[in-house]
């Protein structure tokens, strides 16, 4: 029986595997075979996904710090990644995304509370970005971390192998916390869109920022922020506050940022991405 690379439990791996039985049983995709892991000869093991988070915030958040989790809004968390096949591999293997969401005890032990094997019916291929909503409803007041594995199927979708997981994104759901601020640009940068990422600017060449509160929200005191090229997050206060930054290279940059209310309390990020000329 052929064991999942990485860190993945086997015995955990054996466990979703009788778990998945039934989800593709009423999808009508067993034949006269259970469904098995695959024989290592048969099914090589796909790769790892990358672009793994929690979506919100016009963005993709992962806060890789169990010690500095990010803060989601919503108590069932869009989660998303980006499966890829086994390099040169032909033909593409069927793929789905495996995500898994723990929940951190008091001890610091970690304990499996969510699983969900996307999509649920058919596959997709490589290099596919795939989303789902949690069905599971989180708790306030916890700290989750959420992983994710890339599963590929044989051609008789009877057997399956799995990759190593992604690295852990640490979160905590907070529902009454400030509400994701809004980013307006004053130049020279401008912010990327799904249709145009224009190049401005370019290393050393500041641009400016301006960070103000969500229509609607509670008062709002500060905020945290952080470019992609920053190793920590930068504290500034004030309800309204622009910042100046100079991009150290010519580069695809982004930049989080949450607001903060009056009794401390950091909400969801607001993610931008902008490219340095």
Same mark, same amino acid.
């Given at each position: 029986?052929?064991?999942?690379?990485?860190? #993945?439990?086997?015995?955990? &791996?054996?466990?979703?595997?009788?778990?998945?039985?039934?989800?593709?049983?009423?999808?009508?995709?067993?034949?006269?075979?259970?469904?098995?892991?695959? $024989?290592?000869?048969?099914?090589?093991?796909?790769?790892?996904? !990358?672009?793994?988070?929690?979506?919100?915030?016009?963005?993709?958040?992962?806060?890789?710090?169990?010690?500095?989790?990010?803060?989601?809004?919503?108590?069932?968390?869009?989660?998303?990644? #980006?499966? $890829?096949?086994?390099?040169?591999?032909?033909?593409?293997?069927?793929? /789905?995304?495996?995500? =898994?969401?723990?929940? /951190?005890?008091?001890?610091?032990?970690? !304990?499996?509370?969510?699983?969900?094997?996307?999509?649920? =019916?058919?596959?997709?291929?490589?290099?596919?970005?795939?989303?789902?909503?949690?069905? !599971?409803?989180?708790?306030?007041?916890?700290?989750?971390?959420?992983?994710?594995?890339?599963?590929?199927?044989?051609?008789?979708? !009877?057997?399956?192998?799995?990759?190593?997981?992604?690295? &852990?994104?640490? &979160?905590?759901?907070?529902?009454?916390?400030?509400?994701?601020?809004?980013?307006?640009?004053?130049?020279?940068?401008?912010?990327?869109?799904?249709?145009?990422?224009?190049?401005?600017?370019?290393?050393?060449?500041?641009?400016? &920022? =301006?960070?103000?509160?969500?229509?609607?929200?509670?008062?709002?005191?500060?905020?945290?922020?952080?470019?992609?090229?920053?190793?920590?997050?930068? $504290?500034?206060?004030?309800?309204?506050?622009?910042?100046?930054?100079?991009?150290?290279?010519?580069?695809?940059?982004?930049?989080?940022?949450?607001?903060?209310?009056?009794?401390?309390?950091?909400?969801?990020?607001?993610?931008?991405?902008?490219?340095?000329?």
């Amino acid at each position: 029986m052929f064991k999942s690379k990485g860190n #993945r439990r086997y015995g955990l &791996f054996k466990g979703r595997l009788r778990n998945r039985v039934g989800v593709l049983a009423a999808a009508g995709l067993l034949a006269s075979a259970p469904l098995t892991a695959a $024989h290592a000869d048969e099914i090589s093991a796909p790769s790892v996904p !990358t672009e793994q988070g929690i979506v919100g915030g016009g963005g993709v958040g992962c806060a890789t710090d169990e010690s500095a989790p990010d803060t989601v809004g919503s108590p069932r968390p869009q989660l998303t990644a #980006r499966v $890829h096949d086994e390099a040169d591999v032909s033909p593409s293997p069927d793929l /789905r995304a495996d995500f =898994t969401v723990d929940s /951190r005890n008091p001890d610091g032990s970690w !304990t499996p509370v969510a699983d969900s094997l996307v999509p649920s =019916t058919g596959f997709v291929s490589d290099d596919m970005l795939v989303t789902t909503v949690l069905s !599971t409803t989180l708790a306030p007041g916890t700290v989750y971390r959420m992983s994710a594995a890339t599963w590929a199927y044989a051609t008789d979708q !009877t057997q399956y192998t799995a990759s190593a997981a992604t690295a &852990f994104c640490y &979160f905590t759901v907070d529902p009454t916390a400030p509400l994701a601020p809004k980013i307006s640009y004053g130049g020279p940068y401008s912010e990327c869109t799904a249709n145009s990422c224009v190049a401005a600017g370019g290393a050393g060449i500041p641009g400016t &920022f =301006t960070f103000t509160p969500a229509d609607g929200d509670s008062p709002v005191v500060g905020y945290r922020f952080r470019f992609r090229t920053d190793s920590a997050w930068t $504290h500034v206060t004030g309800s309204s506050v622009t910042i100046t930054f100079a991009p150290p290279y010519r580069t695809f940059e982004d930049l989080q940022v949450a607001a903060r209310d009056t009794l401390g309390r950091y909400g969801p990020n607001t993610i931008t991405s902008f490219m340095v000329a």
